[in-house]
């Protein structure tokens, strides 16, 4: 097959596989079919990577769809975090299938869902046309919004209309950025199946219009950053993730947040060749990077609900991100490395903290308190996972928060690094005190007994050994690709 034929299996991958859930006849074959159809998607992105690494970028549809270093790295985040999911998926629901709370009905419904979001990601990372990319993000909010609620009540549908809401203002604040990023380019007179292709607007951005572009990129990074959660737009991801099923706790934290800082630093090199004054998009990354850490170290120290902790946590990282690529040079290495990091650890933390949910009957950290003892399995992911969301060495966050430090010392950005530490220290004294309570404090509660298979227990170690790992070595290919994702994102030849 040919790398054409590789990217549309990629992206139809999902799509069969909806279709194959929606044909099973029981809740089990559902949840089974849905693994399959993930790893299957799973090993066309796989294939796919490969040959970019091989050549640099593989494109398909006349160049509509392109897949280069930038893209993917958040590919491969983005299939780590699915597949992880959906193997932990099956765990995680079974007491709801074995007391019928998970119908066939409904477990048709998650998985199709399941499928369009992985579609919809999927067209946002492959997509070399900046309005179809527009619209993939939009459909991702369209998808997703239903999987918060699931399981049904009050506060899921609030949450799930909130989210609603909120990303679809983000969104149209995005889709005005993209008007004003064609309107930049409409003096370059490319023929119109070419108009928005990144990959030709790329070639020509020192002859936009400064001023449409700048413009451009202030509703893209507010529309964008909404979906991503960066603060002060970031009010609807506590609630979404305090009221959905724990494995979409793990997408919307690990790929989806991802995906929509993705679409930012598409256009981070189109502004800063355009706009004669270097630096001026790095500038606003800082501002709202740094913005978001600290509101979430804020709401962090009076947290005690152990999802929303975790949600507060993801505004958090991704501001880390953010930092990272507003330093520019070798900050951008680190952010994309740190978005790796992140995507690693956050599902093993909402795993953990879904199943110790169905124990305790509460997602309370003060409930909780002893879990390390009642739920050896769980109770050891999140500590586990804790820990490395708080930057504890020698795990992986240590290293990019590490190497983002550096960054900010190497280019004399002392009010950043500051900035940057005392959030992060605020971060990591809050939540290792919740860690402290949950590893060996008194017991308050008795939980249900713990059920963890084989698979689970997989998950946790081979998560927590690769967040070990990747703190202490990074593989040469990874490194690499990684490298050449950064030099796409700061412009370089």
């Known amino acids: 097959m040919t790398a054409s034929a590789f990217l549309w299996a990629l992206l139809l991958a999902p799509l069969a596989g909806g279709l194959a859930c929606l044909a099973c006849r029981t809740a089990r074959a559902v949840l089974r079919a849905t693994v399959l159809g993930v790893l299957t998607a799973a090993l066309a992105a796989g294939i796919c990577i490969g040959m970019t690494r091989a050549s640099g970028s593989i494109a398909a549809a006349r160049g509509w769809l392109c897949l280069d270093a930038l893209s993917a790295v958040h590919l491969l985040v983005m299939m780590t975090v699915f597949t992880t999911s959906s193997l932990y998926m ?10 019928g709370a998970l119908s066939l009905k409904v477990a048709r419904r998650f998985s199709a869902l399941w499928f369009g979001a992985l579609a919809a990601m999927t ?33 899921s549908v609030e949450a799930m209309w909130k989210y609603l809401i909120i990303c679809s203002v983000g969104v149209a604040f995005a889709f005005m950025g993209t008007l004003l990023a064609a309107a930049a380019a409409n003096g370059l007179h490319l023929p119109a199946s070419e108009a928005l292709l990144w990959t030709r607007l790329r070639e ?30 970031h009010s609807w991801l506590p609630d979404a993730h305090s009221q959905a099923p724990a494995p979409v706790s793990a997408v919307f934290s690990g790929c989806m947040l991802n995906a929509a800082l993705y679409c930012v630093m598409r256009y981070v090199p189109l502004v800063e060749e355009s706009s004669g004054h270097a630096g001026w998009s790095l500038r606003l990354l800082l501002l709202f990077g740094l913005a978001s850490m600290l509101t979430a170290a804020a709401f962090i120290v009076f947290q005690h ?18 930092v990272g690529l507003g330093l520019g040079g070798a900050g951008t290495f680190a952010a994309l490395l740190h978005a790796l990091n992140h995507a690693l650890c956050k599902p093993l933390s909402f795993f953990a903290a879904g199943r110790l949910g169905q124990m305790y009957g509460t997602h309370d950290v003060r409930t909780m308190a002893g879990a390390l003892r009642a739920a050896p399995v769980w109770g050891k992911a999140l500590f586990g996972g804790l820990l490395v969301l708080i930057g504890a060495a020698p795990f992986a966050a240590f290293l990019s928060e590490f190497l983002i430090v550096r960054a900010a010392a190497s280019s004399g950005s002392y009010w950043t690094m500051g900035l940057f530490l005392a959030a992060a220290g605020i971060v990591f004294v809050a939540v290792l005190q919740r860690a402290i309570t949950i590893a060996w404090g008194d017991p308050v509660a008795k939980p249900n007994v713990e059920h963890a298979d084989v698979v689970d227990k997989a998950l946790v170690l081979v998560s927590l050994g690769a967040l070990l790992v990747l703190g202490l070595w990074i593989p040469g290919p990874l490194w690499r690709l990684l490298d050449d994702a950064a030099r796409i994102v700061r412009g370089a030849p």
């Open 204 to 233: 020509h951005a020192g002859e936009f219009d400064p001023v449409l572009m700048k413009a451009a990129f202030v509703f893209l990074l507010v529309g964008y950053g909404t979906k991503a959660g960066l603060a002060p737009m």
């Open 90 to 99: 099956h765990g995680y629901f079974q007491p709801e299938i074995l007391d």
């Open 123 to 155: 067209l946002v990372l492959l997509s070399n046309n900046i309005g179809i990319m527009w619209a993939g993000l939009e459909a991702t909010t369209l998808v997703t919004a239903f999987l918060i609620c699931i399981h049904r009540s009050s506060a």
């Open 305 to 322: 609900d152990l999802k929303r902790l975790l949600a507060y946590s993801s505004v958090e990282h991704l501001g880390i991100i953010a």
